[in-house]
């Protein structure tokens, strides 16, 4: 072997699998990236834990553990926040799940101890094209359900975030009045309804949505009002969500 070629893998090994101090891990510790995720895992394992994590087969061994250590890596760490340093290090690699992020981890670790190449680029290019085709795959549902609706057809509201009142409730539980609309026009680029409210069952209207309102002050976000409602009344027309309504047969 050429004595280049010797010095670039010795290089390579050095860096991947040199020994790690670990009196710089308190117990407590969020790991920056993966390679310091890996080397504290390195240093919190027992060596029977290692041994026993890197004796099954790869997808195994994660699987296992993706209930118990990677529930702690995924609170502990700061994923679902998203606040840490190892979360950003993994959103700025197109990674933004955080089942995704401990999954990597678990996995790397795994290679790791088996002192393979952890394939990082290849890990993070499954994750990504598993989101674009399960995207796409929920985007051609939503589209299906949205081509069940036809101009002029009179449609049931479905109450999604709550009712107006208790009187409005109790109307549609024993089947008595139900909120109604006709479809008026259809956006088929944002899969959105515009829609006639004819029949509300309560003078008050439909909660067409629940969300919190924020405005912009200088260079922050302030919350303005918090689990504002969006109304609509009988008579009004308004853009809606398609999914807030389903087709009478």
Request: with cysteine; proline share 2%.
């Amino acid at each position: 072997m050429p004595a280049k070629l010797i010095i670039i893998l010795t290089i390579f090994s050095t860096s991947i699998f040199a020994q790690v101090d670990c009196r710089k891990y308190p117990d407590k510790y969020i790991p920056t990236d993966l390679d310091d995720a890996l080397n504290y895992l390195d240093c919190k394992w027992s060596d029977s834990d290692k041994e026993e994590f890197k004796s099954k087969p790869e997808n195994d061994a994660v699987v296992e553990l993706h209930f118990g250590t990677g529930m702690g890596i995924r609170n502990s760490w700061g994923l679902w926040k998203g606040d840490s340093g190892i979360s950003k290090y993994f959103r700025d690699l197109g990674i933004n799940h955080p089942d995704d992020m401990s999954s990597i981890i678990l996995t790397s670790f795994h290679r790791y101890l088996n002192k393979q190449d952890v394939k990082i680029d290849e890990q993070v290019k499954y994750y990504i094209a598993y989101w674009k085709k399960t995207k796409q795959a929920e985007f051609e549902r939503k589209r299906n359900d949205f081509n069940e609706f036809s101009i002029n057809d009179t449609v049931d509201f479905l109450y999604n975030f709550d009712f107006i009142s208790k009187e409005q409730e109790d109307k549609y539980m024993d089947d008595s009045c139900f909120a109604r609309g006709i479809v008026l026009k259809k956006d088929t680029v944002d899969l959105k309804l515009q829609i006639q409210l004819f029949e509300s069952c309560d003078e008050d209207g439909i909660i067409l949505s629940i969300s919190d309102e924020y405005i912009k002050k200088e260079t922050e976000w302030v919350l303005k009002e918090k689990d504002k409602k969006e109304i609509m009344r009988k008579g009004e027309i308004k853009w809606t969500n398609y999914d807030n309504w389903e087709t009478i047969e």
